[in-house]
């Protein structure tokens, strides 16, 4: 996702020259090319997120499109009050990109798990939330932020689900994408782990359980039309993130149903429950050992189904 | 080409800041008006003498940026602007008040005339130094200016872009420093140490000037000289006293909260008047 992320981002800044990419010291090697091609819109700003979030407020009142990046929590939660009050309250051009989303930085520890940064980030006014689930939506996000006016966070993840994009497709935020259809439940990811949401709708087809798949990649706006006929035409609700179940997608969309009297048959949220990963490991290993896996995601398909059968 | 404001008698300006400040508080129910009196007469030589800025334009491209970063005494800025002409003066007295978009702390949204908003502290220099950043890069001439407190020297995010200032040798940047040696509890020096302070910035590759933050032809010497050093960025450290111009504010902690009501107002605002 990174390497997608970037060179899209090097395409649009070719020809824009308010476009700039600060780092917050990360990305050994990541920026080479893009370095090589515009020099000057790119800084190293050194390892200090709250002034990489401050200058690069300064840098968008003054007309810049300005992309800030580094790694898990850092440009996001150890600066959160700069994108409050810097970044949102002034509706200024700041994109906020992490790559680490979820388990990504695995084995690194604690400190390296990005898993409430969606919930925070999304109750943020004028933060428009990205976790593209393949490397064609972070393509497609990243013009679309590019365009769109105000802050943002884009949230890489190490893991993709490959290329999803059917020909001619077009994305727009705030606008899920269906990926399989099925009427048997519906599983509804953003991120990278989108990716388990297809395995576990693979593994379940085999069985004669059809699961529809959605990449819900804006999780700062909920999309009303796809979890309506999600609700009303599919046997309920699952949402996978690789993230706390607390405020973030499965919290958005369930506050999203419960308000507008959208009654899924049966809903439940998959991710972390108020704790931490304590042990370390892979990306893949950490996604088995705290439940939310294609196989975890299957498991709780069959129980929501042969609950009540 | 950059045009020079009209100047302003900065004196008579200061008196003005300062009276309209004490009004604002007094019917808003807001407190720091010792902060605002510390910096009314570095308020009143910026907006006086030296910001190139137009009340009738006031998104011109090629003004001068100023920064409150000491946001909670946004009274003053709003006091100031108004008496520029960026909007009317009766509108002051709608500070603090149910509905109003005069907050205590400074904030910009439907204010014509103010930058940026802030009211925590440790952002507004983060944020100027983005903007000298992109003034800079496209070789424009407007300058950023920005107030701070000195207990807001205790934030690391100052520290942060600091170094960064100095080592984008952003000459375009001024930071001015209200010093007047009290923060929110007990005086700087019993919180935490700032000196040798002139010593720090200059360390970090910062150009620095002191100067007595009440006398107008000495702040206006110094700011019509920056960058103080080409490729540095300026600090005017002023030397300052919290609750300047009225005898019973002057050097007390208390008036960082308290506001003036009554006998106390009265008695702030027959110093002012009297004031030269």
């Known amino acids: ?309 | 080409m950059l045009t020079q404001r009209n100047t302003l008698d900065t004196v008579g300006l200061a008196k003005r800041i300062r009276l309209h400040a004490l009004r604002m508080t007094s019917l808003g129910g807001t407190s720091h008006i010792g902060s605002v009196f510390s910096m009314a007469d570095l308020l009143a030589v910026l907006y006086g003498r030296i910001l190139r800025i137009e009340a009738a334009s006031p998104q011109w491209p090629n003004r001068d940026r100023f920064i409150l970063s000491k946001g909670h005494a946004g009274a003053g800025v709003y006091a100031a602007v108004a008496e520029c002409g960026f909007f009317e003066v009766s509108v002051l007295d709608s500070h603090g008040q149910n509905g109003s978009k005069l907050s205590g702390h400074v904030s910009h949204k439907g204010v014509p005339g103010v930058e940026l908003s802030t009211g925590s502290l440790g952002h507004g220099l983060p944020v100027s130094t983005g903007m000298a950043l992109a003034a800079k890069r496209a070789r424009r001439l407007h300058r950023v200016f920005s107030l701070m407190s000195d207990g807001e020297c205790d934030e690391g995010s100052n520290w942060e872009a600091i170094l960064f200032a100095a080592h984008h040798r952003l000459d375009n940047l001024i930071a001015i420093v209200d010093y007047n040696k009290l923060q929110s509890l007990e005086r700087v020096e019993d919180t935490l140490r700032l000196e040798p302070f002139v010593e720090k910035w200059r360390s970090f590759g910062w150009a620095v000037r002191e100067v007595d933050g009440h006398d107008h032809e000495e702040i206006a010497r110094c700011l019509e000289a920056v960058p103080f050093a080409p490729g540095q960025p300026s600090c005017l450290i002023a030397h300052t006293i919290k609750g300047k111009g009225v005898s019973f504010m002057e050097n007390s902690v208390l008036w960082h909260y308290r506001t003036a009501r009554g006998e106390e107002y009265e008695a702030a605002k027959r110093e002012l008047e009297g004031s030269s």
Request: with cysteine; net charge negative.
């Open chain 1, 1 to 309: 996702m990174r390497d997608a992320f970037i060179r899209q981002l090097a395409g649009l800044a070719k020809d824009d020259a308010r476009i700039v990419l600060l780092t917050g010291d990360l990305g050994f090697g990541v920026f080479d090319e893009y370095r090589r091609i515009l020099p000057e819109q790119f800084i190293n700003v050194g390892v200090a997120e709250q002034n990489l979030a401050a200058v690069a407020t300064g840098m968008a009142l003054e007309g810049h499109i300005a992309f800030t990046y580094s790694i898990a929590n850092f440009p996001t939660l150890r600066c959160l009050e700069q994108l409050r009050n810097d970044a949102c309250y002034h509706g200024a051009n700041v994109k906020t990109v992490a790559i680490g989303g979820g388990f990504s930085y695995g084995n690194l520890g604690f400190s390296h798990h990005a898993t409430e940064d969606l919930a925070i980030l999304r109750s943020l006014p004028g933060m428009t939330v990205v976790a593209p689930a393949d490397l064609w939506e972070v393509e497609q996000a990243t013009i679309a932020l590019t365009l769109a006016s105000g802050s943002a966070y884009l949230r890489l993840d190490k893991s993709n689900a490959g290329r999803t994009d059917r020909p001619g497709e077009r994305f727009e935020l705030g606008k899920a994408r269906c990926l399989r259809e099925g009427d048997a439940m519906t599983l509804v990811g953003c991120g990278g782990i989108v990716a388990e949401l297809l395995a576990a709708s693979t593994a379940l087809s085999r069985e004669g359980i059809d699961c529809r798949v959605i990449s819900h990649h804006t999780i700062s706006q909920v999309d009303h039309e796809a979890i309506a006929s999600a609700a009303a035409g599919t046997g309920g609700i699952v949402t996978v993130e690789e993230h706390t179940v607390t405020g973030g997608l499965g919290g958005a969309i369930a506050e999203w149903c419960l308000e507008s009297g959208v009654l899924p048959r049966r809903f439940r949220r998959i991710g972390l429950r108020d704790e931490f990963a304590t042990v370390v490991g892979s990306q893949d290993y950490l996604r088995e050992r705290y439940a939310m896996g294609a196989d975890a995601i299957a498991k709780t398909v069959r129980a929501m189904l042969g609950a009540e059968r």
